[in-house]
C-alpha cells in the first residue's frame, strides 16, 4: 500500500534529547569503567543537562494555551515542593523534579511531528537491542565493557555483593526462586545497567506499539514484538508480562471505552491491591502478592501527618512503593493531581489515542503498586511522555510540520508569553 502522507521533517533537537534520555547511563557506565571513576553528582549533572536542553527549546517557542493543562499541574507540584519545603525545613524537590521531567518530555512532544517521534523511538530502541545482544551473547564484554557493578558502586554507593564475580549490578543476578525463563543466568539489563528499567522500557515500547500498530508495515511489526518479547525473556518481569497481556486485549478493547474510563483504573487497582492485602496480609516475597501486600501496609501505617507532608525524609525509603513515595514526597494532594492528569491529559478522539490513554494508567499505577522511582525517571518517562504529548497534538499540530505549502498548516495558536 502507498503511503501518500507528506514527507515530514525530523527534529534532530528534539530526538537528541530523548534518545539522550535513554543512553546517558550507559555513556556514563563507559566513561566510568575506562575513563575516570563518577560519582553521583556527575548523573544528577547529566540528567540536568538534558532536562535543561528540553525546557530551553521549550523557552525558546514559547508556552500556547494547548500547555495550561500539564503547566498547571507543574506549577501546583512546584506550590507543593515549596509547602513541603516550609513545613520539613528543608529543601525537598525531589518529587517536584519528577513532575518537570513529564513537563519537559510531554511538551516536548506536543512540538514533534510523527517522523520526529518514530526516530527517537527507534533509535533508542536499536541501541537498547544491539546492547541486549551483546549481554545475551557474551556477558564478559558485556560486563567488562560497562561495569555495571562498579558504576553502581562509585554513583550510589551501592557495594556488589562479595560472592559475586560478574561485574553484574546485584540485583540483576536473581535469586532460587524467581520467575526466570533460562534463556540467560541472569536478569537483563542492556544500556540501562539495571533490570527494572529495562523492563520497564519494554512497557514504554508496547505501548509506542499500541499507538502506531494500525499503520506500521508488516516487518516493523514482527521487528517491535520480536523485540518486547526478548526484553520480556530475558528480564522475566512479571509487571510487564501482565501488562502485555493488558496490551493485547486492549488493542480491541480499548477504542470501545470512553476515554473518561481511565480515571476508575487508579481506584481499581488501589482496590485489587486492598483485597489481596486483606485476604493475606502476611504475603512476603519477591513476587507480586508479596510487592502489592508491602505497599497496601504502608499505606495502612500512614497517619494524617504523613498524608499531610510532614515526613518527607522518609519518601527515598518508599522506592518500591510508589503511592506512598508520591504521598511522603508531594502529600495525598500530589497523589490526587497526579492521578487526575495522568487521567485526563491525554488524548482521546481516534483510537490510537484511546489505545495509548487507557494504557498509560494502567501501566502506571500498576507500576507504583511494586515500584516506583523507575517510571519516574527521564530513562523511562522520557520517550513515555513524548508519545503521549504527541498523541494529544496529533489531530491539532501546533505548527506546519512537512514540506507542504504554508496553506495547508495548522492555525496560529495563542501564546501564553
Not at 516493523?220 to 497481556?245: G, H, Q
Request: charged share 10%; net charge positive.
Amino acid at each position: 500500500m502507498t503511503d501518500n502522507r507528506p514527507l515530514e521533517t525530523r527534529d534532530f533537537i528534539i530526538i537528541a534529547v530523548a534518545v539522550s534520555s535513554v543512553l546517558y547511563n550507559g555513556v556514563l557506565a563507559l566513561i566510568n569503567a575506562h575513563v575516570m571513576p563518577l560519582g553521583f553528582a556527575h548523573v544528577a549533572l547529566t540528567e540536568i543537562l538534558i532536562l535543561f536542553a528540553g525546557l530551553l527549546y521549550i523557552l525558546r517557542k514559547g508556552l500556547y494555551e494547548e500547555d495550561i493543562g500539564v503547566l498547571l499541574f507543574t506549577v501546583f507540584t512546584l506550590v507543593m515542593a515549596i509547602y513541603m519545603s516550609a513545613i520539613n525545613r528543608m529543601v525537598f524537590v525531589d518529587y517536584f523534579r519528577n513532575i518537570l521531567i513529564i513537563f519537559c518530555f510531554a511538551t516536548l512532544g506536543t512540538w514533534s511531528n510523527r517522523a520526529t517521534v518514530k526516530a527517537a523511538f527507534l533509535l533508542s530502541l536499536a541501541a537498547v537491542m544491539a546492547v541486549l545482544l551483546c549481554e545475551i551473547f557474551s556477558l564478559t564484554l558485556y560486563a567488562d565493557l560497562f561495569k555495571p557493578g562498579y558504576y553502581f558502586l562509585t554513583t550510589r554507593g551501592l557495594e556488589p555483593p562479595e560472592w559475586d564475580k560478574t561485574g553484574l549490578f546485584g540485583n540483576a543476578l536473581g535469586f532460587k526462586g524467581r520467575l526466570s525463563f533460562g534463556l540467560i543466568g541472569h536478569r537483563a539489563s542492556s544500556l540501562f545497567l539495571e533490570q527494572v528499567s529495562l523492563s520497564n522500557f519494554g512497557g514504554v515500547m508496547m505501548m509506542y506499539t499500541l499507538f502506531f500498530w494500525d499503520e506500521m508495515k508488516r516487518g516493523m511489526k514482527l521487528w517491535l514484538v520480536a523485540c518486547i518479547v526478548l526484553i520480556l525473556l530475558t528480564t522475566a518481569s512479571r509487571t510487564m508480562l501482565t501488562f502485555a497481556a493488558v496490551c493485547v486485549g486492549g488493542y480491541f478493547v480499548f477504542p470501545r471505552v470512553p476515554k473518561l474510563v481511565s480515571l476508575v483504573t487508579m481506584p481499581l487497582i488501589l482496590l485489587a491491591g486492598t483485597a489481596i492485602f486483606l485476604l493475606n496480609p502476611n504475603a512476603t516475597g519477591d513476587n507480586l502478592n508479596g510487592r502489592i501486600v508491602v505497599t497496601m501496609r504502608h499505606v495502612s501505617e500512614m497517619d494524617v501527618f504523613g498524608f499531610l507532608g510532614f515526613y518527607a525524609t522518609k519518601a527515598a525509603y518508599y522506592a518500591d512503593s510508589g503511592y506512598v513515595y508520591i504521598i511522603y514526597g508531594g502529600t495525598i494532594f500530589a497523589m490526587i493531581a497526579f492521578w487526575l492528569f495522568v487521567s485526563l491529559y491525554p488524548a482521546g478522539d481516534t483510537p490510537a489515542q484511546r489505545r495509548l490513554a487507557q494504557a498509560l494508567p494502567i501501566f502506571l499505577f500498576f507500576n507504583l503498586m511494586i515500584g516506583a522511582t523507575p517510571v519516574f525517571t527521564a530513562k523511562i518517562a522520557g520517550l513515555m511522555w513524548l508519545l503521549v504529548g504527541y498523541a494529544r497534538q496529533q489531530t491539532a499540530p501546533r505548527m506546519m510540520p512537512t514540506v507542504v505549502p504554508a496553506s495547508t498548516a495548522a492555525l496560529p495558536r495563542k501564546s501564553l508569553s
